[in-house]
């Protein structure tokens, strides 16, 4: 029995607007010591972490949807709530 292409076609569509796995994602921390990144994660559609490294240290962070969630980073204190957010990439975010 042959399926009929519409339904093939809207399984593919539903496939492809599903969201993104979640991965971990590599962030660190560019400034030198004694400073401190300040990392504001926006996960997507409507909460944000907040994480917080010392100088020179790198972290894997789980639970981030490469490619949809974005962050921004400030030394020495939090980024606002406005700040301008960077797309998250599997390589190395800072």
Known sequence: MRRPVLLIAATFALALASPAAAAN?????????????????????????????PAAMKVAVPGINIGR???????????????????????YNH
């Open 69 to 91: 969630d974005r962050y921004c980073v400030a030394v020495g204190k939090t980024p606002p709530h406005d700040c301008s957010p960077k797309l998250i990439t599997t390589g």
């Open 25 to 53: 994602a590599s962030f660190g921390c560019e400034a030198r010591a004694p400073a401190v990144c300040y990392f504001r994660i926006f996960y997507y559609p409507q909460y944000n972490r907040q994480i917080i490294l």
